[in-house]
Every structure is written in C-alpha cells, then in structure tokens.
C-alpha cells in the first residue's frame, strides 16, 4: 500500500494564481514527520518542510504555506500568488519514528506555472 | 561548503561495463541512502547504511553492491550495467530526527549522478 500519495500528477497554472498540492499519508505510528522537496528543472531535491505529528499548527513562509490535518491525514501545500520559478516537480514524504530513517515519497506532483 | 556531493555528475557508459558513485556527506550524519530516480521522476529508496551498517536494503539487483568505509560516505558499485539502470541516483544523509538534540531529521540530498547505460 501506498504510504504517501499525491492524487495530482500535473498541474497547471498562469501565474498570480494560487495552486495547493494535496498530500494523503497512511501511518499507524503516533510519532512521525512529513517532509515536502521541490525539484525544479535544474534536478536538484530541495528541502521545504518538515513537520512532526505533534504540531498540527499550520505553517506560512512567505508565498508557501502548509494545512497539516490528522483527522483526514493529510498535508497540503498552498503556493500564493504563483510565479514562473515555482515551476517544479513537488514530492511530499513521511518518516515514522519506529522505522527510523525510512523515508516514503509520494510520486510527485508537477507544477507548472505559465507565464 | 557542498553538504552532500556525489560524483561523478554525469556517466555515460556502455552495457556490461561496471561503474561506480561516489558520495561524501560532511554533515556529521548518521545515516546514508541511495535513491534511483527514473524517467518518471519516482524516488525510489535503494539502500541506507546508518554508521556504516546496512539498515534498509530494498528489492534491487546483487548487481548493486553498496559500499560504507566511514560514516561520511557510501559509495554505490554497479556491475554488469543494462539498460534499465539508466536513471539519476541521489546520494542523502539524514541525522535521526528522535536523537532530540536539534537536528531535524531531513533528508539532505546531493546533487544527482545522471546515469546513461548505451
């Protein structure tokens, strides 16, 4: 079974408008993390997020901003205002505690933002 | 100061040639992965060593041979290369987010070693 999943292959925006990346993950583990990379065109894997399972307060850096909700066990990603440089593939991933360092990812989302 | 680098950045190579990455992490971490992007951008985890020791080693070819000296690196060996081992490979570190002590438990990766197998 699919640990993270991101129902959003692709997705596509002008820019201005505001886009949310959706992420579902299953877990038993009362303990765990969720992480959101965006790679952009360049291929590089760039940290975003990380969010334990204690900290339900939602997060806002700037344009980006994150719902954490246990109840539907997911964690989504708001981009504001999008702009061209946005334009990347997004991967969400969970760590649980009991397994230690096992990361699962999503298959990504990819945005794209025209100009 | 580069956190975590592989090399070589590109590889271009015939099949049944065997090749190597290398992968050096300076940020005192524990804990070591491989990963294999393909074509479609999946992240797929290969292998992970945590001080030198192999933790996680999922359904991959024994024509893979990961290889830990020190904590600071894991080199991925690959003999006998197909074609379908063409893919980019990440190279990542991440300290245990349950040790408390601050770190956060990311995963940091390098920068991809784009593989090419003709």
């Known amino acids: 079974a699919q640990k993270v999943t991101q129902a959003q292959t692709e997705i596509s925006v002008v820019e201005k408008e505001d886009v949310t990346l959706d992420c579902v993950y299953e877990?038993?583990?009362?303990?765990?993390?969720l992480f959101w990379y965006k790679q952009p065109p360049s291929g590089e894997l760039v940290f975003l997020i990380r969010?334990?399972?204690?900290?339900?307060q939602n997060e806002i850096s700037g344009r980006y901003s994150w719902n954490f909700q246990k109840s539907t066990s997911s964690f989504n990603f708001t981009i504001t205002a999008s702009q061209v440089v946005d334009s990347a593939v997004y991967f969400c991933?969970?760590?649980?505690?009991?397994?230690?360092?096992?990361?699962?990812f999503g298959t990504g989302t990819s945005l794209t933002v025209i100009p | 100061d580069t956190a975590v680098s592989q090399t070589p950045k590109y590889l271009v190579t015939q099949m049944g040639n065997d090749k190597s990455i290398k992968c050096e992490q300076n940020?005192?971490?524990?804990?070591m992965y491989w990963y294999k992007q393909d074509s479609k951008k999946f992240l797929k985890i290969m292998f992970s060593?945590?001080?030198?020791?192999?933790?996680i080693n999922e359904t991959v070819p024994n024509r893979f041979s990961p290889k830990s000296p020190d904590k600071a690196h894991l080199n991925l060996h690959i003999n006998s290369l197909e074609l379908g081992d063409s893919a980019v490979y990440f190279c990542?570190?991440?300290?245990?987010?349950?040790?408390?002590?601050?770190?956060?438990?990311?995963?940091?990766f390098g920068e991809g070693s784009r593989l090419t197998v003709l």
């Open positions: 940020l005192g971490h524990d804990t």
């Open positions: 060593y945590n001080n030198k020791e192999l933790i």
């Open positions: 990542a570190s991440s300290q245990d987010a349950r040790t408390g002590d601050g770190n956060t438990g990311e995963l940091f």
């Open positions: 877990t038993r583990d009362t303990t765990y993390y």
């Open positions: 969010r334990n399972s204690f900290d339900e």
């Open positions: 991933a969970l760590s649980e505690a009991n397994t230690g360092n096992q990361f699962y």
